[in-house]
């Protein structure tokens, strides 16, 4: 889908990839617009992009079972 935009990657400061040797796994994003920086007092979110979020969740795990 359009909303769907791949990045490049990067080193960035979380546990994910301990997990990830483990068991299979994948780290995603959702970016919510916002007029300020995340961890930020003024931070706003386009409470929109929740529903894009929890779609996309709900269809790795229907995905996932469906290999089970």
């Known amino acids: 889908p359009a909303m769907v935009v791949p990045l ?38 386009d409470d929109a992009a929740l529903k894009t979020g929890a779609a996309m969740h709900v269809e790795m795990a229907l995905r996932m079972l469906a290999r089970a």
């Open 8 to 45: 490049q990657k990067k080193m960035v400061s979380e546990d994910f990839a301990e997990y990830a040797d483990l068991i299979p796994g994948s780290f995603v994003t959702v970016g919510v617009g916002g007029n300020a920086p995340l961890h930020n007092e003024n931070m706003t979110a």
